[in-house]
């Protein structure tokens, strides 16, 4: 079993920062892949960026070179750095792990972006 907690959500004005964190715990030392999921208002969840344990990382084309995902084994957190926030970025933001066949998910944190 693996618990996500996620982190840092909030209200920000388009143009600017906000860094969400995912702290992980239980049997953390089998997950493999992390990545953050979004999910808008009458959307589909969608997916924002992934990191394999050795830190390979892929992004939607809507999130590339504004946002950065990173990870820290050692102390089991994964992080997503975003920048020039837009009010399309709006939305609930989840951490999800994979381990083996079994994939986590954390309760999500709002991010809000204002015109």
């Known amino acids: 079993q693996v618990q996500l907690v996620e982190s840092g959500g909030g209200l920000v004005q388009a143009g600017g920062s906000l860094r969400l964190s995912c702290a992980a715990s239980g049997s953390i030392a089998s997950i493999g892949t992390m990545a953050w999921y979004r999910q808008a208002p009458g959307k589909q969840r969608e997916l924002v960026a992934t990191i394999t344990r050795i830190g390979t990382t892929n992004y939607a084309d809507s999130v590339k070179g504004r946002f950065t995902i990173s990870r820290d084994n050692a102390k089991n957190t994964v992080n997503l750095q975003m920048n020039s926030l837009a009010p399309e970025d709006t939305a609930v933001y989840y951490c999800?792990?994979?381990?083996?066949?079994?994939?986590?998910w954390g309760q999500g944190t709002q991010v809000t972006v204002s015109s």
């Open positions: 999800n792990a994979k381990v083996s066949l079994v994939i986590y």
